[in-house]
């Protein structure tokens, strides 16, 4: 894309595969990484409409699939039994039968942790409230994304963030929330910081991704259901050479295949279309890996404690009524017995 092109518009591009160590990786990322999975990454990188459909919709529901008939996964991805037919045989399968078997096998060791949390918490939903099934959802995620964590994938986006000239936070609607709470975290221990949203629309964020260049680092924040701006936006920073990291929900996700590293956060939700509490969880984790990855920032941490510190309840200018007044007056004491 030339430089002078509009920022939101997206092109098709090569994916990139960022690293994922296969002992870590949680069980999207693991089947992802499968010679299945990597197949059905192809296909979603590259393929027709109708293929990117497919495969788009078995990588998100791989458990899920393994008991649909071929009928039913056409109604659910909204083709025709003859295009999941052909689709199983371009990804290497005789059938639909032997590409459900094949899924089948891959997942048996992969997901059955995953697979028996999700069921204990489906049984005990009638049982619970609404609410009470939100929270064990949010306990859920945020435990398996902690058990798949990268430590490896998060030091080096702690290693690009601390190299950038300028590091770029976007996040559309929702996640525009959780843009602003990570440009805080980046902002003492960031030479530059701009939040690429703001109060303002995809207008606003194209505007600051002009003067994006290849010494920067564009961290992409997206969950379901994605926005075409961001992806959009994220396709014109890898054209102009910037480092994309993409804090999102799973390889299947749009962003994936532009990240140069990519953060997981699990954001299943009985309810909602997706959940921010593991993805907020992971915007702290980065930061404290951020404030500990040298001694320099870890003096800018304790510096900055100390001039906070004045300013909260308790602290210089932070008292309030008769404790405050009695500062004074201490302080007036001493002041008199002085001269």
Do not use: W
């Amino acid at each position: 894309m030339k430089a002078s092109a509009s920022p939101a518009r997206s092109i098709k591009r090569t994916p990139r595969t960022p690293a994922l160590s296969g002992a870590l990786a949680s069980p999207d990322a693991a089947f992802a990484q499968s010679p299945l999975g990597q197949a059905l990454m192809h296909v979603l990188g590259g393929g027709s409409a109708s293929q990117r459909q497919i495969a788009d919709y078995l990588l998100r529901n791989q458990m899920r699939v393994t008991a649909l008939g071929i009928e039913e996964l056409a109604d659910s991805c909204q083709v025709s039994t003859a295009t999941i037919s052909r689709f199983a045989r371009d990804i290497g399968q005789k059938n639909y039968s032997a590409m459900r078997s094949a899924m089948a096998e891959t997942l048996q060791s992969l997901l059955q942790p995953v697979d028996k949390l999700r069921h204990t918490i489906e049984r005990r939903a009638r049982a619970t409230s609404p609410i009470t099934q939100s929270l064990e959802y949010a306990a859920a995620n945020i435990a398996a994304t902690s058990g798949a964590l990268s430590l490896p994938e998060m030091h080096a986006v702690v290693r690009r963030l601390t190299r950038a000239r300028v590091v770029y936070v976007m996040g559309f609607g929702l996640s525009a929330n959780l843009a602003g709470m990570l440009v805080q975290h980046l902002q003492p221990f960031c030479p530059h910081v701009v939040e690429v949203v703001g109060i303002g629309g995809s207008e606003v964020a194209a505007g600051h991704l002009v003067n994006l260049t290849a010494h920067d680092v564009l961290v992409v924040i997206s969950f379901p259901r994605y926005t075409l701006d961001c992806i959009g936006l994220a396709s014109f920073a890898r054209d102009r050479g910037a480092c994309i990291v993409a804090l999102t929900d799973s390889p299947a996700s749009p962003l994936a295949e532009l990240a140069d590293h990519a953060l997981y956060a699990q954001s299943t939700h009985p309810v909602l279309p997706s959940s921010a509490s593991t993805a907020l969880a992971m915007i702290e984790a980065l930061a404290v890996a951020l404030m500990v990855s040298n001694k320099d920032n870890v003096d800018k941490a304790a510096r900055l404690s100390e001039v906070i510190a004045a300013y909260l309840y308790g602290g210089e200018h932070g008292m309030q009524g008769p404790r405050k007044t009695a500062v004074k007056q201490r302080k007036a004491v001493h002041k008199k017995q002085s001269l």
